[in-house]
Structure formats: C-alpha cells, structure tokens
C-alpha cells in the first residue's frame, strides 16, 4: 500500500513539474520573440537580455569587446584609453573624446583589469592576467590574433607606444623571480616618477618596476589576493 502510494505520489509531482517546465518554455519563447536585447529603437537607451530597459547619461561610444575593463582620460581630456575582454576581442582603444568616437584599436589578444598611460611619453601599459596556455595560444591563432601579439602575451605586463598618432606594441615587460605558476597581474599603476607599480593577485605581492627599461624591481608581500594599485594625493604609493 505505502509502495503503490510513494508511486502515485512521484507521479503527481513529475506530472506537475513537467507541467510548469512547458509553461516556462513557452513563456521563454514568446519572450524570445519579443524581446531583442541591444539598443532601443529609439536610440536614447539599451534593452538587457532580462527585459529591463536603461537609458544611461550622456554619449555612448560603441568600443571593440563586451566588457570595458579600464578607461582613462588624458590630462587634457582630449583623448580617453579604454581596454575591453570578454568574449571578443580584448583591445586597447584610443577613443578622441570631443568626435565622440574611436581613433584608433589594437587587440592585445588578451587584457584583465590594469592598465596605466605614461602622459609625458604616451607609453600604455596593460595587465596581461594569467600566463596564456597552450589551449589559449591554439585558439588565438584561429582567431587571426597576430603572432608579434601571442609573443607578447608570453611576459606579464603589454606595452604599446603611441606615436605620430598610432598606438604600436612595444617588448613586454618582464618580472624577476615571478613563475608563471604564480602570475596572474590585475593591477598596473604608472607614478610621476616614472615607476611602474604591478599587482600579482596570485602571490600577493606587489612590484615596483623602475629604470629606462623597467629592470630595477623591488617586491613587498601584502594582503591577501590584492587587484588594483592606486597613488596617494601626494604622488607617493
């Protein structure tokens, strides 16, 4: 008896849970239908993928990429640097703030959150994350990210150099003593004194790179898994 009842019981909520699945399906599919997630007819705002409109302030800019890691603006405010990832492609973009629009993109093939401009020398450097994998390298390849890139990407801190108006990829930079185990750089912060501050999520520590070719390195274990670099008001780290 308690058998044949634990059977009708099952049965019952299968029935209903499938009942309730196929009323979300096709709920799902009219949704489908209807909503098209991307910017609004109107142009004034942007449809999100779960139905919800925004309309957010000022210009939009469409940047290379789906997911802006970094922006920073010039001194003068002329000239804004954004860096994009996610499922696209990760570049680094020169964006002219007052023609609203991009002037220049480079995919760096692959970036995470850091990125610092040297305003006196138009040096631009970036956070090259973990150490690319052979999988990773595979795939670029596939993708038509150049081969000077991919080499790059094989030291832990991009550079490119913006001159007679292109941006240009320059040697990477190197970190003494850290394996590639360990690297994984999210934070880079540029001082006026032209050191370059290097945070390693991975091993905790943050690097100072200093000299014309960024070789006088000093290191300093702080807490734990640290993500950005930033100046005191002062200029002093």
Request: glycine share 12%; aromatic share 6%; no cysteine.
């Amino acid at each position: 008896m308690k058998r044949r009842l634990f059977v009708a019981t099952s049965a019952l909520i299968l029935l209903a849970s499938a009942m309730a699945l196929a009323g979300n399906w096709r709920k799902l599919a009219l949704w489908a239908g209807v909503v098209r997630p991307g910017p609004s007819q109107d142009g004034k705002g942007a449809l999100l993928p779960n139905g919800w409109k925004i309309t957010p302030a000022g210009r939009q800019i469409a940047l290379p990429g789906d997911m802006v890691m970094k922006i920073i603006v010039s001194p003068d405010g002329k000239t804004v640097f954004a860096n994009t990832a996610g499922w696209h492609d990760h570049s680094v973009n020169v964006v002219d703030a007052q023609a609203g629009k991009v002037a220049e993109s480079v995919n760096v093939g692959k970036v995470w959150a850091g990125m610092a401009v040297n305003p006196a020398t138009g040096a631009v450097f970036v956070s090259g994350g973990g150490a690319p994998s052979r999988q990773f390298i595979d795939t670029a390849k596939g993708r038509g990210v150049a081969p000077e890139v991919i080499e790059a990407l094989r030291l832990p801190v991009l550079r490119l150099q913006r001159g007679d108006g292109k941006l240009a990829l320059r040697p990477s930079l190197a970190i003494n003593g850290l394996e590639e185990k360990d690297r994984f750089v999210a934070g880079v912060t540029y001082a006026a004194d032209g050191s370059l501050y290097v945070v390693n999520t991975q091993n905790d520590t943050v690097y100072r790179l200093r000299g014309a070719d960024f070789k006088t390195q000093v290191a300093a274990k702080v807490g734990y898994r640290p993500h950005p670099a930033a100046l005191a008001p002062g200029g002093k780290p």
